[in-house]
């Protein structure tokens, strides 16, 4: 074989090796570049429920027992009743989508009356930290049992017609608009959310 030959042979059979190389490392950028898939709508609520069940238990616990009775104005909502509603809706909006409290709690389906006869109950400090507690618990594991097929399913609440996803938007709106309540409640009071950094 004359060298020009050899020469243009080597040539080719390294260029035709070096294909499935650039191939693969072509194929290995194209992946890197693709968008990794948006997480589920469900784990990102569960992500926000979980900071706001962070936030609100540790207000519970930071504004004193003898605080509790305090209302900014007659006809509103004393940081106790608060926090007893926020656990009443705990296990109620969670009822509406189809699973049932203790029955201890006597809440069922998306009957707010039965809410509102929980939120009347005389509790204590201690026994409205742990109802609260037991709430969360109840919230996260209906939240998490949620399968994706079942959010644009159709529910009855608050006599209307919702989606499933409609109703755990809901869950996540209304604990952040408690939290906000309990926020001002607790500097009303001289409480510094155990949180904040500022002061």
């Known amino acids: 074989m004359r060298p020009t030959v050899r020469y243009t042979f080597v040539l080719a059979l390294a260029a035709s090796a070096a294909l499935p190389a650039a191939a693969i490392a072509q194929g290995a950028a194209a992946a890197a570049a693709k968008p990794a898939a948006a997480p589920s709508i469900t784990s990102d609520l569960m992500g926000d429920i979980a900071q706001a069940e962070r936030k609100i238990m540790a207000l519970a616990k930071a504004i004193p027992a003898d605080k509790w009775d305090w209302r900014p104005a007659p006809g509103t909502r004393s940081i106790g009743e608060v926090l007893k509603h926020v656990a009443a809706d705990n296990y109620l909006l969670p009822a509406a989508v189809g699973s049932a409290p203790d029955a201890a709690t006597g809440i069922k389906g998306d009957d707010y009356k039965t809410a509102e006869a929980f939120e009347k109950r005389a509790m204590d400090h201690a026994t409205t930290i742990a109802e609260l507690e037991k709430s969360f618990a109840h919230l996260r594991g209906t939240l998490q049992g949620t399968t994706e097929a079942r959010l644009a ?47």
């Open 153 to 199: 399913e159709s529910i009855p609440l608050f006599g209307r017609q919702v989606t499933v996803q409609r109703t755990w938007i809901l869950t996540a709106t209304h604990l952040h608009e408690h939290l906000g309540q309990l926020i001002a409640y607790a500097r009303s009071n001289g409480v510094v959310p155990p949180w904040s950094q500022g002061g």
